[in-house]
């Protein structure tokens, strides 16, 4: 069973930065993409970024040029680092890791999630 663990989320003011981090644990052959997605209350959970394995990213339209993802394969964890952040901002944050586990077998895992708060 691989595990993510996210940190990082709290509380910040219009303007400011978080960057949130999340650690994949577990018997892990290999990660391909990895993700992170966000939900409020009464809405479906939307995808915000994702990181292939070999560095490729990709960003929903309103967070363009405000979040960076990153990621470590040798560590098996990944950031998305927040800039010039909004009230829309405002979420709960969960990480996704889809690889290939013990076993051979594909795995697609969820964090716990996090909340940011962007509020002043």
């Known amino acids: 069973q691989v595990r993510l663990v996210e940190s990082g989320g709290g509380l910040v003011q219009p303007g400011g930065s978080l960057r949130l981090s999340c650690a994949a644990s577990?018997?892990?052959?290999?990660?391909?993409?990895m993700a992170w997605y966000r939900q409020t209350p009464g809405k479906q959970r939307e995808l915000v970024a994702t990181?292939?394995?070999?560095?490729?990213?990709n960003y929903t339209d309103s967070v363009k040029g405000r979040f960076t993802i990153s990621r470590d394969n040798a560590k098996n964890t990944v950031w998305l680092q927040m800039d010039s952040l909004k009230p829309e901002d405002t979420a709960v944050y969960y990480c996704?890791?889809?690889?290939?586990?013990?076993?051979?077998?594909?795995?697609?895992?969820w964090g716990q999630g996090t909340q940011v708060t962007v509020s002043s």
């Open positions: 990181i292939t394995r070999g560095g490729n990213t």
């Open positions: 996704n890791a889809d690889g290939i586990g013990g076993t051979l077998r594909r795995f697609s895992s």
């Open positions: 577990g018997i892990i052959a290999t990660i391909y993409t």
